[in-house]
Every structure is written in structure tokens, then in C-alpha cells.
């Protein structure tokens, strides 16, 4: 059929809504938020220390705004050594399902494994 505008008129195809995102939960990272509270700020010292150990994406972009407060790196200059971090929690799949297969996975595995760091022991360039 004609319309005004010329053209045909074309059959609309309406697609289905996309699906519920149906969220797991996840066990709490560095900087997530646990009632209310940052994780990082239950372990004394931890955001500082862990500040300035990665370069700011948004520096190199030329679009961070937060200048000497960005808690990342501008300068390769800034950069300090990331505290290791590695086995001082329990995996996550292991606790879910009993078993991990990540080959690269940097959680503890068994309560042998786990072990406590003192972050200000760990050597600061």
C-alpha cells in the first residue's frame, strides 16, 4: 500500500523483550560494597596501600577529573608494586560447588592454603 512519503509500507517485526538478568551472588571483591561499607575499608590500610598500582585509564584518555585525588596512577613515576593478595581467601567455586578448574585461579583451594598478609610487611618501591 502507498503512504505519504512514498515507499511501501513494511511489515514491523516487534522482537521479544530480552531476558530477566537473573544475578548470582557473588562472593565481596576489594571494592565492593558489604552493608554499607566498602570491603577495602574493613582491612585497616588496604585502599592506600592498593592506591596507585594501576595507571588511570581515564588519565590516558585525557578525561580524569579527579587530578591528585585519583587513587590511580598518571605516571608510570607513581607507580608501586600491587600488594600480593594471592591465597588469602577461599575460592569461590570451591565453596559453591566443591571443586575449582580455573588453572589460574588465585583463591585458596583448601584452609591449608590460606594465609594472612600484613600489608605493610610487603616491600614499597
Not at 5 to 34: C, D, N
Not at 43 to 61: M, V
Not at 62 to 84: I, V, W
Amino acid at each position: 500500500a502507498w503512504r505519504p512519503g512514498g515507499g511501501r509500507r513494511s511489515a514491523v517485526r516487534l522482537s521479544p523483550p530480552p531476558p530477566a538478568v537473573v544475578s548470582r551472588p557473588r562472593p565481596p571483591s576489594l571494592g565492593a560494597v558489604e552493608g554499607g561499607r566498602c570491603a577495602m575499608a574493613a582491612i585497616p590500610g588496604l585502599q592506600e596501600r592498593c592506591a596507585k598500582t594501576r595507571l588511570c585509564n581515564f588519565f590516558l584518555r585525557g578525561s580524569c577529573s579527579k587530578g591528585t585525588r585519583c587513587s590511580f596512577a598518571h605516571f608510570e613515576e607513581e607507580l608501586k608494586q600491587a600488594p600480593n593478595l594471592r591465597c588469602t581467601k577461599m575460592c569461590p567455586a570451591v565453596r559453591a560447588r566443591g571443586t575449582c578448574h580455573d588453572a589460574r585461579c588465585s583463591y585458596a583451594h583448601t584452609k591449608a592454603q590460606l594465609r594472612r598478609v600484613h600489608i605493610w610487611d610487603q616491600a614499597t618501591p
